[in-house]
Structure formats: structure tokens, C-alpha cells
């Protein structure tokens, strides 16, 4: 209908007509690419909203995970050196106590990363909807970091823990698992996180199964120099987690709310 118009008012030669229509022409695009770009916006907006809400629900929990690790790798560590001590002659230690120390010394927790909200930021090319700077760098350079996998993959390859299973009979590692593995805890609950290993407990073996188990243990000359291994490794993992990710660390505490 404009068409016509203006090209009714060409016919008739009616410039001031013809220059009111095509300002209307014009101003109709111009708003009706206003509203299609705030339409946009408000739609970028809610997407925004809606990834930081869940990478933050997400980095909450990552920060639990990062502070289990630390406890549970710090009583690792605690039970592999007085399970060293003893077997190095500096410490007396009770062939049960013994053998819990040196069971908790091949330890490791491995559990599932809550990174579902960056993996498809990253995958959609939408990292830039986190518009808080610090909480998109936190997240890229948590989930980039290798220093948990690393932790993990040394505990699961760790030659000290193949020396022990190898050494002990099965029956005997299951009622050390049982009595004196890891605890349940509920993922989030910060007050569990400290002896969730490192306890007392009883093996529930009998004498004689513990004093050949200690004494198996004991006698295997390969056991201390993996041992202190396994020592190295955990204290070089342990300083990654608080000390050369210290920023990764404190923005964690920060989204966590602490």
C-alpha cells in the first residue's frame, strides 16, 4: 500500500508527500529493528542469568569437592607417614595400627566433577553470557587445571598401592575396606569432610591374621622406598591444590560464599 502510494505521488509530482511516506517507510524499520534487537537482548539477558545461576550452583559444589580433596588427601598423607615411621624402625607402632596406617596410605578419592554448565558454554561457543569476569576466568581455569586429574590418576597408579594389594590377601584388604575405608558423606556437607578416613577403627581380623599381615607387610623391602614415594607425590599434589592454585582457591571460597 505505501508503494502505490509514493508512486501515486510520483505520477502527481507531490515531493512532500512522497517524502512523508518513505519517512514512515523508514521510521517502521528503524523501530522494527529496535524491537528485534531489545527482543534479542532480553533473550540473550535470560540466557545469562540462567548459565551464571547454574555455573555458580556449579562452582559451589566444585569448591566442596576442592576442600574435600585437601582434608582427604591431608589424612592420606598423615597415615602414609606413620605407616613409614614404623616401618623405618623410628616409631613403635601395634601390627593392627600398622596395617590400618599402611592400608589408609593407598587411598584416593575420586569423584564426578559438577561441570556439565561450562562444558556446553564452552561447546556453544556462549562462555560470553557469564559476564562477571571473575567468576568466567575462576571457572575456565578450574576446569583446565590438570592438578585434580593429576592427584587422582597417581593414587589410582600409584606403585606403593600395587605393592600392598600384592602383598596382602584379599580377604584381608575387604575387612579393611570395610572397617576402616572411606565414610559416607553427603556431597555439600562441609562438616564431614575432616575424618572421613582418617578415624579409629577396628579391622575385625583376628590376631594371628593381623600379626602375618604386618608381618608380610613388614618384610617386603620394596615397601618403604614406595611408601615414601607416595609420600612425595601426595605433599607435591597437596601444594598444587592450596598453594600454586592459591586464586583459584580464594575466588572458590568467595562464590561459596565463606
Given at each position: 500500500?505505501?508503494?502505490?502510494?509514493?508512486?501515486g505521488?510520483?505520477?502527481?509530482?507531490?515531493?512532500?508527500?512522497?517524502?512523508?511516506?518513505?519517512?514512515?517507510?523508514?521510521?517502521?524499520?528503524?523501530?522494527?529493528?529496535?524491537?528485534?534487537?531489545?527482543?534479542?537482548?532480553?533473550?540473550?539477558?535470560?540466557?545469562?542469568?540462567?548459565?551464571?545461576?547454574?555455573?555458580?550452583?556449579?562452582?559451589?559444589?566444585?569448591?566442596?569437592?576442592?576442600?574435600?580433596?585437601i582434608?582427604?588427601?591431608?589424612?592420606?598423607?598423615?597415615?602414609?607417614?606413620?605407616?613409614?615411621?614404623?616401618?623405618?624402625?623410628?616409631?613403635?607402632?601395634?601390627?593392627?595400627?600398622?596395617?590400618?596406617?599402611?592400608?589408609?596410605?593407598?587411598?584416593?578419592?575420586?569423584?564426578?566433577?559438577?561441570?556439565?554448565?561450562?562444558d556446553?558454554?564452552?561447546?556453544?561457543?556462549?562462555?560470553?553470557?557469564?559476564?562477571?569476569?571473575?567468576?568466567?576466568?575462576?571457572?575456565?581455569?578450574?576446569?583446565?587445571?590438570?592438578?585434580?586429574?593429576?592427584?587422582?590418576?597417581?593414587?589410582?597408579?600409584?606403585?606403593?598401592r600395587?605393592?600392598?594389594?600384592?602383598?596382602?590377601?584379599?580377604?584381608?584388604?575387604?575387612?579393611?575396606?570395610?572397617?576402616?575405608?572411606?565414610?559416607?558423606?553427603?556431597?555439600?556437607?562441609?562438616?564431614?569432610?575432616?575424618?572421613?578416613?582418617?578415624?579409629?577403627?577396628?579391622?575385625?581380623?583376628?590376631?594371628?591374621?593381623?600379626?602375618?599381615?604386618?608381618?608380610?607387610?613388614?618384610?617386603?623391602?620394596?615397601?618403604?622406598?614406595?611408601?615414601?614415594?607416595?609420600?612425595?607425590?601426595?605433599?607435591?599434589?597437596?601444594?598444587?591444590?592450596?598453594?600454586n592454585?592459591?586464586?583459584?582457591?580464594?575466588?572458590?571460597?568467595?562464590?561459596?560464599?565463606?
Amino acid at each position: 500500500m505505501i508503494l502505490r502510494r509514493i508512486l501515486g505521488h510520483l505520477e502527481r509530482q507531490h515531493w512532500t508527500a512522497i517524502a512523508l511516506d518513505l519517512a514512515v517507510v523508514v521510521l517502521g524499520v528503524f523501530i522494527g529493528m529496535q524491537v528485534s534487537n531489545w527482543n534479542q537482548q532480553r533473550i540473550e539477558n535470560q540466557q545469562a542469568e540462567v548459565f551464571t545461576n547454574h555455573l555458580i550452583a556449579d562452582l559451589r559444589e566444585e569448591y566442596w569437592g576442592y576442600q574435600l580433596l585437601i582434608a582427604y588427601n591431608g589424612e592420606v598423607l598423615k597415615n602414609a607417614e606413620k605407616a613409614a615411621r614404623a616401618l623405618d624402625g623410628k616409631d613403635a607402632l601395634e601390627d593392627e595400627a600398622f596395617l590400618v596406617s599402611a592400608y589408609r596410605a593407598t587411598q584416593y578419592k575420586q569423584r564426578l566433577r559438577r561441570r556439565s554448565t561450562y562444558d556446553e558454554l564452552i561447546s556453544t561457543g556462549s562462555i560470553g553470557l557469564i559476564r562477571d569476569q571473575t567468576l568466567r576466568e575462576t571457572a575456565m581455569r578450574l576446569y583446565n587445571s590438570p592438578t585434580i586429574e593429576n592427584l587422582v590418576r597417581e593414587g589410582m597408579q600409584s606403585r606403593y598401592r600395587e605393592a600392598f594389594r600384592m602383598s596382602l590377601p584379599n580377604d584381608v584388604q575387604r575387612a579393611l575396606s570395610r572397617n576402616c575405608g572411606d565414610r559416607y558423606i553427603r556431597t555439600g556437607d562441609f562438616a564431614a569432610i575432616h575424618g572421613n578416613l582418617d578415624y579409629p577403627c577396628a579391622s575385625g581380623l583376628s590376631g594371628p591374621v593381623i600379626a602375618e599381615s604386618a608381618k608380610s607387610l613388614r618384610s617386603n623391602p620394596t615397601l618403604l622406598p614406595l611408601l615414601r614415594l607416595r609420600i612425595a607425590d601426595i605433599e607435591t599434589r597437596l601444594v598444587d591444590l592450596t598453594s600454586n592454585n592459591r586464586a583459584i582457591l580464594e575466588n572458590l571460597r568467595v562464590i561459596g560464599g565463606e
